[in-house]
């Protein structure tokens, strides 16, 4: 069974300009989870995607927005880059069933740098 | 907000040495979760702990479950290079981490 897989591995952008991140999860998963993580923060969720659906939320701003298709691959967008949004992005597949453990299985990261 | 509270952040010792890590919450948990991340990876998925006081063994790795479903605790045996790396927790249910443990083994 192939992974989770995500695109780009890495990426350089300039502040204000806009990207979009994206994440195959693995077969028959339909939760798809997105982390931000830093040296400083740790690792920071950002939304969970369920059916199309956005299930949960963290605690980020409006700049960061996510969405799920039919096939259950996700994108994530952020507009208006900071500096501070530098950061490995991870996403993370899941069955996403209630009631059982969320087992999560992560790709590699994008690695997002803002100049 | 469930807050996991891991500890030690860092912990640097020697190949052969034993060692245990912790993570604690106020909350209690249906089950708990220990992940390892490797640099330049995404976190990796050891174990699932399910029921008060169970022990799960993985190898050289002893994940406890505390009998309060509130803590669980990682310990090492014998540690070697290989085991280098971001040690985190999980309450299963959630989708927060604790902060990790960042472990490096040396030679």
């Known amino acids: 069974k192939a992974g989770v897989t995500q695109t780009p591995r890495y990426l350089i952008k300039t502040r204000g300009q806009q990207v979009t991140l994206s994440c195959s999860p693995i077969s028959g998963h339909r939760s798809v989870s997105w982390y931000q993580q830093t040296p400083g923060q740790g690792l920071q969720f950002l939304f969970e995607?369920?059916?199309?659906?956005?299930?949960n939320k963290g605690n980020f701003p409006g700049r960061f927005s996510g969405r799920q298709f039919s096939n259950s691959r996700s994108e994530m967008n952020v507009s208006t880059l900071e500096l501070g949004d530098s950061a490995l992005y991870l996403c993370a597949s899941s069955a996403g069933l209630a009631g059982f453990p969320y087992e999560q299985y992560f790709g590699p990261g994008t690695r997002l740098t803002v100049t | 907000t469930q807050l996991l509270e891991q500890s030690p952040q860092f912990l640097s010792i020697q190949e052969g040495e034993n060692l245990t890590v912790y993570c604690n919450s106020s909350s209690v948990f249906s089950s708990l979760q220990w992940y390892r991340q490797e640099p330049g990876e995404g976190p990796v998925l050891l174990v699932t702990?399910?029921?008060?006081?169970e022990v799960k063994k993985l190898k050289r790795l002893t994940f406890q479950f505390g009998d309060a479903r509130k803590d669980s605790s990682l310990h090492i045996t014998a540690a070697q290079p290989g085991d280098t790396g971001l040690y985190l927790c999980?309450?299963?249910?959630?989708?927060?981490f604790g902060q990790g443990t960042r472990l490096t083994i040396n030679p």
């Open positions: 995607y369920f059916s199309e659906t956005q299930r």
């Open positions: 999980k309450g299963a249910q959630k989708l927060v």
């Open positions: 702990v399910v029921t008060g006081g």
